[in-house]
């Protein structure tokens, strides 16, 4: 699935906040159409690594490319015309409670000015149909949907301007375990019919090993391991290995108090 | 811990947020000026601050006008000053309460409630999910907020002046009995472009206090309840 040009490519990324360091030199490939996920425990630094990667937080230190291209530090203007290249699903979906579902679908499509209202509602609704939500969806607000409904208008949100590269920030917490893998089948689908690239972060590690090609694992602000799903289990990394069993005891020592 | 020392942090910490504060004003300012603009925010912003702050506005400088002419008379009739009263009342609701009230009215309708929004988006990440979708946050939230404050409340004042006034002249007429022509000519007479002119641009400022305050506090929010 990789190709020779990793769609993003992160090398010896740092950040801190305060004294506290999250990413430590955190180096990482995803290749153009691959769907990568990585996984971590809690505070582990995996939406901070995101959210550099989005232009959220600006990163201390290191080297990010996005095909090809740095983006650590560059101007406001550059990073609105990266993003573009970019959907999101937010952890909480995130969606505008102001706005109308089939508004917030659209929100990107009219910021960019590429269609009119009207054509924008159409695109929308494609869209929502797209995740399975029929066009009376469209018009009801965020507020009046179940958790499940709203990761689907997320998702809808996400791929509405056609983005190369989706992120999805832990798609399935908060979910039952129906509904989390009814979301996991839309993620595949989506992310098939769109040809994006994917990067998830998540600790749901069913999650994991059904939407991701390839899984890295991020500890104490690094990488400290990647390879294709089907290898996960032989690898030979205690970290990965308790993790994925979900062992409290191991190398790993979750911090209890903070 | 040594004394000097807390007062060193707290000069500090006085002095960063200064700065902070003043660094989000500008770069809200000169987010007003450049576009995009979105009328649709800013129209929906001017009626939630404007129109919907006109009856509580309307009373307060309503009872404001007709207190300072009641008590005004009880004072000046002393000294058979009560030719005064109409000037005194039109002065200080020109000048001075239509804006102290209006934007105390305001402050307590619409900060809290803009910072709470704000706040709002910002933990349940929409803040982030504004820049996601090319769409700048300090211009979608916080310059269409502040450019309604600034623009309403003037507005507001405006109102509020002839209400007040009216206020006194209800007073003036209806339980002191002056003849009513003659107060409205002493209240047209003692009144210049400037009373009215300086009322409006302190509204507007404080109008662009109040909003500013609501959305930094809210811009800078995290996490919880």
Same mark, same amino acid.
């Given at each position: 699935?990789?190709?020779?040009?990793?769609?993003?490519?992160?090398?010896?990324?740092?950040?801190?906040?305060?004294?506290?360091?999250?990413?430590?030199?955190?180096?990482?490939?995803?290749?153009?159409?691959? #769907?990568?996920?990585?996984?971590?425990? +809690?505070?582990?630094?995996?939406? !901070?690594?995101? =959210?550099?990667?989005?232009?959220?937080?600006?990163?201390?230190?290191? #080297?990010?490319?996005?095909?090809?291209?740095?983006?650590?530090?560059?101007?406001?203007?550059?990073?609105?015309?990266?993003? =573009?290249?970019?959907?999101?699903?937010?952890?909480?979906?995130?969606?505008?409670? +102001?706005?109308?579902?089939?508004?917030?679908?659209?929100?990107?499509?009219?910021?960019?000015?590429?269609?009119?209202?009207?054509?924008?509602?159409? !695109?929308?609704?494609?869209?929502?149909?797209?995740?399975?939500?029929?066009?009376?969806?469209?018009?009801?607000?965020?507020?009046?949907?179940?958790?499940?409904?709203?990761?689907? !208008?997320?998702?809808?949100?996400?791929?509405? +301007?056609?983005?190369?590269?989706?992120?999805?920030?832990?798609?399935?917490?908060?979910?039952?375990?129906?509904?989390?893998?009814?979301?996991?089948?839309?993620?595949?689908?989506?992310?098939?019919?769109?040809?994006?690239?994917?990067?998830?972060?998540?600790?749901?590690?069913? #999650?994991?090993? =059904?939407?991701?090609?390839?899984?890295?694992?991020?500890?104490?602000?690094? %990488?400290?391991? #990647?390879?294709?799903?089907?290898?996960?289990?032989?690898?030979?990394?205690?970290?990965?290995?308790?993790?994925?069993?979900?062992?409290?005891?191991?190398? %790993?020592?979750?911090? !209890?108090?903070? | 811990?040594?004394?000097?020392?807390?007062? &060193?942090?707290? *000069?500090?910490? *006085?002095?960063?947020?200064?700065?902070?504060?003043?660094?989000?004003?500008?770069?809200?300012?000169?987010?007003?000026?450049?576009?995009?603009?979105?009328?649709?925010?800013?129209?929906? @912003?001017?009626?939630?601050?404007?129109?919907?702050?006109?009856?509580?506005?309307?009373?307060?400088?309503? *009872?404001?006008?007709?207190?300072?002419?009641? @008590?005004?008379?009880?004072?000046?009739?002393?000294?058979?000053?009560?030719?005064?009263?109409? $000037?005194?009342?039109? /002065?200080?609701?020109?000048?001075?309460?239509?804006?102290?009230?209006?934007?105390?009215?305001?402050?307590?309708?619409?900060?809290?409630?803009?910072?709470?929004?704000? &706040?709002?988006?910002?933990?349940?990440?929409?803040?982030?999910?504004?820049?996601?979708?090319?769409?700048?946050?300090?211009?979608?939230?916080?310059?269409?907020?502040?450019?309604?404050?600034?623009?309403?409340?003037?507005?507001?004042?405006?109102?509020?002046?002839?209400?007040?006034?009216? &206020?006194?002249?209800?007073?003036?007429?209806?339980? /002191?009995?002056? $003849?009513?022509?003659?107060?409205?000519?002493?209240?047209?007479? *003692? /009144?210049?472009?400037?009373?009215?002119?300086?009322?409006?641009?302190?509204?507007?400022?404080?109008?662009?206090?109040?909003?500013?305050?609501?959305?930094?506090?809210?811009?800078?929010?995290? &996490?919880?309840?």
């Amino acid at each position: 699935m990789t190709d020779a040009a990793p769609k993003i490519q992160l090398r010896d990324v740092h950040k801190a906040f305060g004294g506290k360091i999250v990413l430590n030199g955190a180096e990482l490939d995803v290749g153009t159409g691959e #769907s990568l996920v990585v996984i971590g425990g +809690s505070g582990s630094g995996k939406s !901070v690594m995101i =959210k550099c990667i989005l232009g959220l937080l600006a990163a201390d230190s290191g #080297s990010i490319l996005v095909d090809g291209e740095e983006v650590v530090g560059i101007s406001a203007r550059e990073r609105e015309r990266v993003n =573009k290249k970019f959907g999101m699903l937010f952890q909480g979906a995130a969606l505008f409670d +102001s706005l109308p579902v089939w508004e917030n679908v659209a929100f990107g499509l009219l910021a960019e000015k590429r269609y009119s209202r009207h054509e924008a509602r159409d !695109v929308a609704l494609a869209k929502l149909a797209q995740v399975g939500l029929g066009a009376e969806v469209g018009e009801l607000f965020p507020a009046e949907l179940s958790g499940g409904m709203q990761k689907r !208008v997320a998702l809808a949100r996400a791929i509405a +301007s056609d983005p190369e590269i989706i992120f999805f920030d832990e798609p399935t917490t908060g979910l039952d375990p129906i509904m989390a893998d009814v979301i996991n089948d839309l993620i595949i689908k989506i992310t098939r019919e769109v040809g994006a690239t994917a990067l998830s972060i998540t600790h749901d590690m069913a #999650s994991a090993r =059904k939407i991701a090609n390839r899984i890295a694992m991020l500890y104490d602000g690094k %990488i400290i391991w #990647s390879g294709p799903t089907g290898e996960i289990d032989e690898a030979d990394n205690a970290h990965v290995d308790q993790f994925i069993h979900g062992r409290a005891e191991g190398p %790993i020592k979750m911090a !209890v108090r903070a | 811990m040594n004394f000097v020392q807390i007062i &060193g942090r707290f *000069f500090l910490g *006085f002095l960063a947020t200064t700065g902070r504060l003043g660094i989000f004003a500008g770069a809200s300012l000169s987010h007003i000026v450049r576009p995009p603009f979105y009328p649709r925010i800013i129209v929906r @912003q001017m009626v939630e601050i404007g129109y919907f702050s006109l009856p509580v506005v309307g009373l307060t400088a309503l *009872f404001a006008g007709m207190v300072l002419a009641l @008590q005004s008379y009880t004072g000046f009739a002393r000294f058979s000053a009560e030719g005064a009263i109409a $000037n005194v009342v039109v /002065l200080s609701i020109t000048r001075e309460l239509g804006p102290v009230l209006a934007g105390l009215m305001v402050a307590g309708r619409i900060g809290a409630a803009m910072a709470a929004e704000i &706040g709002t988006m910002r933990v349940t990440e929409q803040v982030d999910a504004l820049t996601t979708l090319s769409t700048n946050p300090m211009k979608y939230l916080v310059a269409p907020r502040l450019l309604a404050g600034l623009t309403m409340l003037p507005l507001l004042v405006l109102v509020a002046d002839v209400i007040g006034v009216f &206020g006194g002249y209800l007073v003036a007429v209806y339980k /002191l009995g002056f $003849n009513p022509a003659n107060y409205l000519q002493n209240t047209w007479d *003692f /009144l210049e472009a400037q009373d009215v002119i300086s009322g409006l641009v302190k509204a507007s400022m404080f109008g662009f206090i109040v909003t500013l305050m609501g959305c930094y506090h809210g811009y800078h929010s995290r &996490g919880g309840a």
